[in-house]
């Protein structure tokens, strides 16, 4: 790849409060050495209410403090509180307008020193590969035991992890001008959705049931997996997150979870080279490593869905008290 005429995707950071979690994150992006090359795009939102006001004035007092290390810092910083989502979706739409691809983030997220490396270098190399939908950093480590002694093989998976990731621009509008209640509904009706996952099933059930098909990693997920499009992981992690301590939106408290180790300021990304093969994860995969119990409701639920489509099936299935 000729390092002369390289792109270097932006980075979108949404924050509001969290301090101690966002200083961490840029601080483990600075350690990158691409940090130099790299613009980023921070979006602070405004808190929500006062309770929030202390965290927030820290973040905004680290921001007017200057940060350093990388080629330009764009801060948008919010007159009122956008709410996660909507902060999160106004940065990619801005951000997309400028340039050909990105990386987002949220505050809570810590990064290997070769992260930049790697989101850099498989931008470039699958940029044209209409399958590949993004590149993501995050590896289980449960995924990572599954992956060790496949060192020629490149995973992909239809699921999207948003514990840092790179997508094209074109590839997520033309995401973003597809999903829709409707066309959910109409590809889980096709028979080859009987054939979904448990791991991605659970979750669509759970969409239903809230109703919610908003642009999301769960709805990111739908759509790779009913468009057989794929996101790319890592053998071994490259982010680590920290934000299971109760302070994010969907987060619980959960401090002692493993989210993702990986050594401080170790190198392990190598190029691929032409004798390492593309395999999507099969079956085996879900089956060992993200298989939540499904009950007989989730099934029923399921099934109903897939029979009736969603009007039909949400009053039968309230009729009959499944949920």
Known sequence: MDNHNRVYAPIIITTCNRYELFKACIESLKKNALAIETELF???DYPPSDQYEDGYHKVEDYLNKGIN????????????????????LD??????????????????????VDFLDYMNYYLELYKDNDKIFSVGAYTHPKEEKFFAG?????????SCNAYGYGVWSD??????????????EDNVRKTYSLKMPRRIKYRFVGAFVEDRWEIADTTIGFYLWFSKKYQTLPRNTKVKNNGYDGSGVHAPDCKDRNEGVF???????????????????????YSKLHCPPLTIKYEIIYYTIHLLGFNKARNLLKRLKIF
Do not use: H, M
């Not at 940065?91 to 990064?111: A, G, M």
């Not at 496949?150 to 239809?158: G, H, L, Q, S, V």
């Open 42 to 44: 921070i979006g602070l």
């Open 69 to 88: 290390g990388f080629k330009n810092i764009n801060i948008i910083k919010r007159n009122y509180n956008f709410g996660a989502l909507r902060n999160e």
């Open 91 to 112: 940065l990619i739409d801005l951000v997309s307008q400028k340039c050909d691809r990105w990386i987002f983030t949220e505050d809570d997220n810590v990064f290997s």
């Open 150 to 158: 496949k060192e020629n093989y490149i995973f992909a998976k239809p």
């Open 171 to 184: 590839k997520w509008s033309e995401f973003a001008n597809t999903i829709s209640r409707g066309w959910f």
């Open 263 to 285: 050594k401080e300021n170790e190198r392990d990304f190598e190029a691929e080279t032409a004798d390492n093969k593309f395999c999507v994860v099969s079956k085996e995969y």
